[in-house]
């Protein structure tokens, strides 16, 4: 997951980012600071990878924020002031967005973040099943189910369940090979036959793509629809 923290002194303009940050299952939310003191202090306990910062904040300025930290995480700037692009991009910015924001413009600036290096995966996923390990080549698997507490992956020749969580599972697998359309469903994306806004065609299965998920799913396939 990238951990985001939002910096906004705007309830509305905050509630915003907070609603777009939800609806990306790779982002965590880990708060929302309205001051750059409070941002200060959440961030020397917290890991924080993606730092989503307005300019004008009361007291020390974003711009100010940002010179005061000896390692930045990424940041990207969410402001209704254009003049101070130049600035942001001169201090390595991920992207500068202009309120009011739109989701499709939030999903391309977060497209653009460097993904935490501890998501780096191998070729198999390795499970405890039936009190013995199971290791599954990730080129096999059509699909995994959330099933309550346990998950149910779907391979080409076996279905196995084990006692995990379906974003636990997502974060260790590779996000090119894979994408989570449904709160409780991941496809592989090789082994997928047709699609379309509203559902994917795997060999033997029909998986519906869930609402807070069509755009992210889109934003995948845009040079498709």
Same mark, same amino acid.
Do not use: W
């Given at each position: ?101 739109? *989701? ?38 059509? *699909? ?50 047709? *699609? ?24 995948? *396939?845009?040079?498709?629809?």
């Amino acid at each position: 997951m990238i951990r985001c923290l939002i910096v906004e002194d705007e309830p509305l303009a905050a509630e915003v980012l907070k609603d777009y940050v939800q609806q990306v299952p790779y982002l965590e939310l880990k708060g929302v600071c309205s001051d750059a003191i409070f941002a200060i202090e959440v961030l020397t306990r917290e890991k924080i990878d993606l730092l989503f910062l307005d300019i004008h904040l009361p007291g020390l300025k974003g711009i100010d924020l940002l010179r005061t930290l000896a390692s930045p995480p990424q940041v990207i700037i969410t402001t209704a002031y254009n003049e101070y692009a130049l600035q942001g991009y001169e201090m390595n910015v991920i992207d500068y967005l202009l309120k009011p924001i739109e *989701f499709k413009r939030f999903l391309q600036a977060v497209n653009k973040v460097q993904r935490p290096s501890s998501m780096t995966v191998s070729d198999t996923l390795t499970i405890q099943t039936d009190k013995k390990k199971v290791i599954i080549p990730l080129s096999d698997i059509l *699909f995994i189910e959330s099933q309550k507490e346990y998950i149910q992956i779907q391979t080409i020749s076996d279905v196995y369940h084990t006692k995990y969580s379906l974003t636990k599972v997502e974060n260790e697998l590779d996000v090119s090979r894979f994408l989570r359309i449904h709160r409780s469903f991941i496809v592989g994306l090789r082994h997928i036959k047709a *699609f379309n806004l509203n559902e994917v065609h795997l060999p033997g299965k029909i998986i519906p793509i869930g609402g807070n998920y069509k755009n992210l799913v889109a934003q995948r *396939f845009n040079q498709y629809f």
